[in-house]
């Protein structure tokens, strides 16, 4: 099988991983605007 789908009990933690990486990603852009 190599369909691939997201299990529901990992899909949270998905969810948690790349908000979690938001304001980073939002933090670094805006220390290398104002700098």
Request: glycine share 0%.
């Given at each position: 099988m190599?369909?691939?789908?997201?299990?529901p009990k990992k899909f949270p933690l998905f969810l948690e991983k790349n908000w979690s990486s938001v304001p980073i990603i939002i933090t670094t852009l805006m220390m290398n605007y104002i700098s």
């Open positions: 190599k369909y691939h789908a997201v299990n």
